[in-house]
């Protein structure tokens, strides 16, 4: 093997990793955002919240953040087009798991009783 076939891609300069990750990560700041809103609108309301509701909306509270930061461990040492990528796939994947929380929500009393 030479060496100019194992030679890795240098790495994306500074400013373009905090650029990629920081526009990215307003989105997952507004996921974030969004997840607080319903959990304290759910807890306030007049069924309030069970074990497993409050598990649920905790859980998708911290799921974009926990995303966001497995993004960054594997986007930040790519090129800049590959890192968007995964921080768009990371992006999609809260965002399914967002909408599947909202779907059991409404169809599902189990958040509300104990």
């Given amino acids: 093997m030479s060496a100019a076939a194992s030679e890795r891609p240098s790495a994306m300069p500074v400013w373009l990793v905090a650029t990629i990750s920081g526009g990215f990560g307003l989105f997952y700041a507004y996921a974030v955002w969004n997840a607080v809103a319903f ?21 998708a509270c911290v799921f974009p953040i926990m995303v966001f930061a497995a993004a960054f461990a594997l986007g930040w040492r790519r090129r800049a087009g590959e890192c968007a990528l995964i921080f768009l ?10 909408l599947n929380v909202i779907a059991y929500a409404t169809t599902s009393f189990s958040l509300y009783l104990s």
């Fill in 89 to 98: 796939a990371g992006l999609a994947l809260s965002a399914v798991l967002w």
């Fill in 39 to 59: 959990l304290l609108q759910q807890a306030g309301g007049a069924f309030g919240l069970s074990g497993l509701g409050w598990f649920v909306l905790v859980f």
